[in-house]
């Protein structure tokens, strides 16, 4: 009887591991939805400015819409927003990002993904290849580790 119980609750287990993963995966595109703070950053094998890192502000909303607004060296404001586009059937999931800035339009190609409870993207600016990592050593690329920002 216990080896049989035993054997059920694996079978029930092997059943639930898969649409766990499922759901969160597919949950990707709700769970980024929201206020964001900059934890990390990095950009042509440099890390950012403090004034970037402190006030870099990034906003996902759920119809495909997002802002970024940050101070820059010498306290000049710098604002983007546009639309992103997520492919949540990659691995890690992709984003694809169409900005406007004061200085024209930019394209961004790149990753995103949870460690723990930050949100980690890679992104390639215009026609550079979509970064396969978490790494930002090109000028074309960078790499931002945020965290959700407190209500």
């Known amino acids: 009887m216990l080896r049989l119980t035993c054997v059920t609750l694996a ?3 092997l059943t639930l591991v898969p649409w766990a993963q499922a759901a969160d995966e597919t949950d990707i595109a709700a769970k980024i939805v929201g206020e964001w703070r900059m ?3 990095m950009a042509g094998g440099r890390p950012p400015p403090d004034e970037i890192k402190e006030s870099m502000r990034l906003w996902f909303e759920k119809d495909g819409v997002f802002r970024v607004e940050s101070k820059g060296p010498g306290g000049a404001e710098m604002k983007q927003n546009g639309k992103y586009k997520l492919n949540k059937e990659t691995k890690p999931v ?3 990002i169409d ?3 004061e200085f024209g339009d930019e394209k961004y190609r790149g990753i995103l993904e949870f460690k723990g409870e930050n949100l980690r993207m890679c992104l390639a600016r215009g026609d550079a290849a979509r970064p396969a990592d978490f790494t930002a ?3 074309d690329r960078f790499y931002v ?5 407190p209500k």
């Open 99 to 101: 900005a406007k800035t």
């Open 94 to 96: 992709q984003i694809d």
């Open 39 to 41: 934890v990390e950053g």
């Open 137 to 139: 050593d090109d000028e």
């Open 11 to 13: 079978l029930l287990l």
């Open 145 to 149: 580790e945020m965290k959700r920002a």
